[in-house]
């Protein structure tokens, strides 16, 4: 992991990006606890999770891409990671209340590139009628309950053992934002 700032551009997610986010995930789902899936997906399954964020609205997608690659001809800009802010639960009393998730690229942590994605998500999400946003974080990930910490969220319960994944269980603590 590089301790380097990189200079990075972050925007809305956008479907020439599918391809790209699903390798990113799909990283998490082989090698990490971090998240819960324990399939791979090709591309075309991510699909509706990708149009489920549009550009407005509570619910976003927001993309950091490396910009030393922009420009480069015929090379398309490297996405670096992703944030999103999704519906936290189904019944519509929880409408204003998000549930956020980062991803990054393998080599791209611990340079600044979650900052850079939360504040951008953040500072979309400003101007909907939310109320709370909410993060459940897989345990042990210290980088991901510190990035969370810098941005305000507080711990508020761990669910014990609900999540099991490479023959053991793993703890999952929930923190929470005020928006």
């Known amino acids: 992991m590089s301790t380097e700032r990189t200079e990075v551009q972050v925007r809305p997610g956008v479907e ?6 699903t390798a990113i995930y799909n990283h998490y789902v082989r090698e990490t606890p971090i998240t819960f899936d324990t399939a791979v997906f090709i591309s075309e399954e991510r699909r509706p999770w990708l149009l489920s964020h549009p550009e407005d ?3 976003r997608l927001m993309v950091a891409t490396d910009t030393d690659s922009q420009g480069t001809p015929g ?6 990671g992703y944030a999103t802010s999704s519906a936290f639960r189904a019944k519509p009393a929880y409408a204003t209340s998000v549930e956020v998730t980062i991803y990054l690229a393998p080599d791209a942590g611990g340079r600044g590139v979650g900052t850079s994605l939360y504040k951008a998500l953040f500072d979309a999400l400003a101007e909907e009628d939310l109320h709370r946003a909410y993060a459940g974080i897989a345990q ?6 510190r990035l969370h910490e810098r941005f305000g969220f507080r711990h508020v319960g761990t669910y014990r053992e609900v999540g099991r994944k490479f023959g053991r ?3 999952v603590a929930w923190y929470e934002k005020d928006l």
């Open 75 to 80: 090379n398309a800009q490297r996405i670096l």
């Open 16 to 21: 020439a990006d599918l391809d790209a986010l």
């Open 169 to 171: 269980y793993w703890d």
């Open 140 to 145: 042990p990930n210290e980088a991901s309950v």
């Open 57 to 59: 609205g509570p619910h």
